[in-house]
């Protein structure tokens, strides 16, 4: 089965920190533009999936207001990995982490759970 592979969640305490990674399925890359956009998104309890962090191959960068600042998204193009580094964490930031290509948005993996305590 085709999917992204998300891992390095967990729990941590308000103000804590955690590096999510995610593994891109090389079958993808023919379904996809040679320049594409990286993305994670979350879906905290009981709400919609929504884009947090985006990452272009060209280098830039695009944040929500409610984790700029904090979250720094990444990616090694040699892995095949995108990286989400989540400091100053906050009790609002649980949920189920997701990544994706922008362009594609398709082949969901399971997620990673982040879930902090007050």
């Known amino acids: 089965q085709v999917q992204f592979v998300e891992s390095g969640g967990g729990v941590v305490q308000s103000g804590g920190s955690l590096r999510l990674s995610c593994e891109v399925p090389?079958?993808?890359?023919?379904?996809?533009?040679?320049?594409?956009?990286m993305g994670w998104y979350r879906q905290p309890p009981g709400k919609e999936r929504e884009l947090v962090a985006g990452?272009?191959?060209?280098?830039?960068?695009r944040y929500k207001d409610f984790v700029k600042g904090r979250f720094t998204i990444s990616r090694d193009n040699a892995k095949d990995t995108v990286y989400l580094q989540m400091n100053s964490l906050r009790p609002e930031d649980t949920a189920v982490y997701y990544c994706?290509?922008?362009?594609?948005?398709?082949?969901w993996g399971q997620g990673t759970q982040v879930t902090v305590s007050s």
């Open positions: 090389a079958i993808i890359f023919s379904q996809i533009p040679n320049t594409y956009s």
């Open positions: 990452l272009t191959s060209g280098g830039n960068t």
């Open positions: 994706n290509v922008l362009e594609l948005e398709s082949y």
